[in-house]
């Protein structure tokens, strides 16, 4: 069952990565700049070996993941803290 619950959560990470340039553009940007030369592999035909290399590539990936949520909580940071506000 634990399997079935990884199988739809993967399916639904590329389902939303399939529709988000905005994401795909960030993910490909911070691999590049972690020298990760490979992105996200997607779900094709042939499900069990796919399944098992789009699981590989998203955890190869995770660093660049883990990239853009630091650099936007980073942004947003910067983004608070105003000259205006320090007293």
Known sequence: MASLQVIAQLRGLLAFLSLSTYTMDHLE??????LITRTIQFIGETRFGTIYWSIESVLRCFPGFERIVQEQCSNQIESEVSPNSVS
């Not at 940007?29 to 972690?34: E, F, Q, R, T």
Request: proline content about 0%; hydrophobic content about 85%; aromatic content about 0%.
């Open 29 to 34: 940007a911070a691999l590049s700049v972690l």
